[in-house]
């Protein structure tokens, strides 16, 4: 089985300052974990993902990802946040072993970024 | 930048009644899956599909239903009866051996 729990249902920070999204996964050997980010009315942007390696991870937009595996946790980061950043975050699982490549999500943040 | 569309973005059905949801994947890709997702909660597998054959499946995913891939290009997902609880945003998504998904902008299914 594999799961993401994204314990923060909401994020508010002043534009300019430091974003984090929290996520942590459960998953059968090592993990493939993703980031999307979801605008008003519109589909599931992909942001950034990790497979091996590095465990920072470089997206698109200006965020960036920390693999932690102690932790079991790949929190989603942006060091000065803008207002157009506002929409809701999701982060995704799959174990990279897997035979099926379907992602299962967490519940998602929706980040509010204030000017 | 090649992207995955859908077909219709909104349907409004009575309930009972037969729903078809299309979509075209990214043309080199060989994975295809769907999602929905209510009032903009969390996003729900349903089904993942390679190979012309269902690869796994939610429990979500009953005999009500159905995925095709008619042609070389679309990937369709039927609702043989609809009722109230189907109403949703229903997502397409693609993906190359292991790699992420890129989803549709979705269709919104109103079941009255």
């Known amino acids: 089985a594999q799961s993401v729990a994204q314990p923060e249902d909401q994020v508010n920070v002043a534009e300019g300052n430091p974003l984090t999204v929290k996520c942590t996964y459960s998953?059968?050997?090592?993990?493939?974990l993703f980031w999307y980010v979801q605008y008003p009315n519109r589909g599931l942007q992909f942001l950034l993902k990790?497979?091996?390696?590095?465990?920072l991870v470089k997206g698109s937009y200006g965020f960036e990802a920390e693999f932690n595996k102690s932790q079991t946790s790949f929190h989603l980061k942006k060091p000065s946040a803008l207002v157009s950043d506002s929409a809701l975050y999701f982060c995704?699982?799959?174990?990279?072993?897997?035979?099926?490549?379907?992602?299962?999500f967490g519940a998602g943040t929706t980040v509010t970024v204030r000017a | 930048e090649p992207e995955v569309t859908q077909t219709p973005s909104h349907q409004v059905t009575q309930m009972g009644q037969e729903v078809i949801l299309r979509c075209v994947p990214i043309?080199?890709?060989?994975?295809f899956y769907w999602y929905r997702q209510i009032l903009g909660q969390k996003v729900e597998f349903l089904v993942s599909f390679y190979n012309n054959e269902i690869s796994e499946k939610s429990e979500i995913f009953d005999d009500q239903f159905s995925v095709e891939r008619p042609d070389g290009s679309n990937f369709t997902l039927k609702i043989r009866s609809t009722k109230l609880e189907d109403s949703a945003m229903y997502f397409c998504?693609?993906?190359?051996?292991?790699?992420?998904?890129?989803f549709g902008e979705g269709s919104r299914l109103t079941v009255l």
């Open positions: 990790y497979i091996t390696g590095d465990n």
């Open positions: 998953v059968s050997g090592n993990p493939y």
């Open positions: 043309s080199n890709h060989l994975y």
């Open positions: 998504a693609s993906s190359r051996e292991g790699g992420e998904l890129f």
């Open positions: 995704a699982v799959r174990a990279l072993r897997s035979n099926d490549y379907k992602l299962s």
